[in-house]
């Protein structure tokens, strides 16, 4: 499971630069009241180029889904992640 998103990403002496980014989760840490999801970004496909590393809290459900499926679920209901599609 993973997202596919455009994001900008500034680089030096250009400006934003729109990129088309896989967007995976590395590891998921926590208890049942609160988990930290490391998302990694790199570009185009899962083994391409890394762009960038971010950590993004929920809360989980003891009676839902997977807690790496919730973290996804998570993540689609950001702003950040607005238009991110399931890959």
């Known amino acids: 499971m993973a997202l596919q998103k455009v994001e ?3 680089v030096q002496l250009v400006g934003l630069v729109a990129i088309k ?7 998921i ?3 049942k009241d609160g988990f930290v999801a490391t998302v990694v970004f790199t570009k185009d496909t899962p083994d391409g ?27 689609k209901t950001l702003p950040e992640f607005a238009g991110a599609t399931d890959c």
């Open 49 to 75: 180029e890394f762009i960038k590393i971010k950590d993004y809290c929920f809360t989980p459900s003891m009676e839902g889904k997977n807690f790496i499926a919730q973290a996804y679920e998570n993540l």
């Open 8 to 10: 900008n990403i500034p």
């Open 21 to 27: 980014c896989h967007i995976k989760i590395k590891s």
């Open 29 to 31: 840490a926590g208890n």
